[in-house]
């Protein structure tokens, strides 16, 4: 069984588009020069390999994870080869005291990069677990994300992208509300460096998703658990890099890309989707009833070429019941691609609002003590009807 089909699809997204544009972006690739920030993660690594396969003139990569970055590089040497251009992948935080003596080196270069483009984030929504971890959240989401658009600018970028999520709209949970917040940021003034991010669905079997956990059970004989209530939208991780491609390369200041729904593109719940993950390594799920009784049955059922799985109903903290990429509130242009909308921004915060905002953020930091609430009141500056769904419950209680 293909991705597509795991994910209930017959069809990739975007092929028209690619036939209609795809000259273009080859071209503007093979000309240009990419610094990607967190290129070793699922979305970050699929559109190194799309730049690297349009030979790129510099792709530079940075990332905290060195097992990823070496597993990247594994990847694109055993599927991809070699190109002409400059290849190098760096392995450090952006948020530690490497960044500004690498900005410093790039800098005195002139203009080192024509895209900065930044893949980091935090992206679970059990991120919302303690304040601790919520800080983290806060300064990868959004601070990190405003010290490379202030590189981007000073090195004289043509684009500054960032990668956002279709939870940013109408947000309920607080790593939605801060990519939401991430945009008002990115958005929220003009420059001669042009700014553009892209909101899109789940990443299918990405890491640290539910489905690639599957995998990671499956490895380990444990049960497969999902919601059986909750629906999404998947895209294949070359599906997102596309979808990001079109936005870094033509899309305008202060824009956001996303899919257009369609045949194509349809919501699935969890729990079907893991059916049909079993199914294709060639197993029977076997639905329990408590999390007891799917671990109590796994040396039962494996033998028979069958697999223990318990399907709940969803009762954490931040999960929201649909998915969507656009507001009432935005200005949609539907018209400039055949299955991406494009979503055209005026700034959406103003400068005052958002300096309050970053100095009530650092003024927690500097007690060196802050709360989940005192942290949901700093959102509230920005997001004044953010509707945040808390139940008391979380993910680390769920198997």
Not at 39 to 63: C, M, P, Q, T
Request: charged share 25%; with cysteine.
């Amino acid at each position: 069984m293909t991705m597509l089909e795991l994910i209930g699809r017959s069809q990739p997204l975007f092929q028209q588009d690619l036939v209609k544009h795809g000259g273009e972006l080859d071209e503007l690739v093979r000309n240009g020069r990419f610094l990607v920030v967190g290129g070793a993660g699922s979305i970050g690594g699929a559109v190194v390999k799309e730049l690297f396969r349009r030979n790129a003139k510099v792709i530079h990569i940075v990332d905290i994870s060195e097992n990823n970055l070496a597993e990247l590089v594994r990847d694109i040497r055993s599927s991809l080869g070699y190109n002409d251009g400059e290849f190098h992948a760096y392995c450090f935080d952006v948020l530690g005291r490497e960044f500004p003596a690498f900005a410093q080196a790039a800098l005195k270069q002139g203009t080192p990069y024509d895209y900065v483009l930044n893949f980091s984030a935090l992206k679970h929504v059990r991120s919302e677990k303690d304040p601790f971890t919520l800080m983290r959240l806060i300064d990868v989401n959004v601070f990190l994300t405003k010290q490379l658009l202030e590189f981007a600018k000073a090195g004289g970028a043509r684009k500054f992208f960032c990668v956002s999520t279709d939870k940013a709209a109408n947000p309920v949970n607080m790593m939605g509300a801060s990519k939401r917040i991430m945009e008002m940021f990115l958005l929220g003034e003009e420059s001669q460096t042009a700014v553009s991010t892209a909101r899109f669905a789940n990443v299918a079997f990405s890491d640290g998703s539910l489905p690639f956990a599957w995998t990671q059970r499956i490895q380990k004989r444990q049960p497969i658990s999902a919601p059986n209530d909750i629906r999404r939208y998947f895209v294949t991780a070359q599906e997102g890099a596309l979808l990001c491609l079109f936005s870094i390369l033509q899309g305008h200041d202060r824009e956001i890309y996303f899919p257009k729904l369609s045949a194509n593109l349809h919501l699935i719940t969890f729990s079907s989707m893991a059916e049909k993950y079993l199914h294709s390594i060639g197993f029977e799920p076997v639905e329990c009833s408590s999390e007891d009784e799917a671990r109590s049955r796994v040396d039962e059922l494996i033998p028979q070429r069958k697999w223990p799985v318990y399907f709940f109903q969803t009762d954490t903290t931040g999960e929201k019941d649909f998915e969507e990429f656009y507001t009432d509130s935005e200005h949609v242009d539907w018209n400039r691609y055949e299955e991406l909308g494009v979503v055209m921004n005026d700034a959406v915060a103003d400068a005052g609002t958002l300096r309050q905002f970053a100095e009530r953020i650092e003024a927690l930091r500097s007690r060196c003590q802050w709360t989940k609430g005192e942290l949901l009141e700093a959102f509230g500056l920005l997001l004044p009807d953010f509707a945040h769904k808390e139940t008391g419950k979380y993910l680390d209680n769920r198997m």
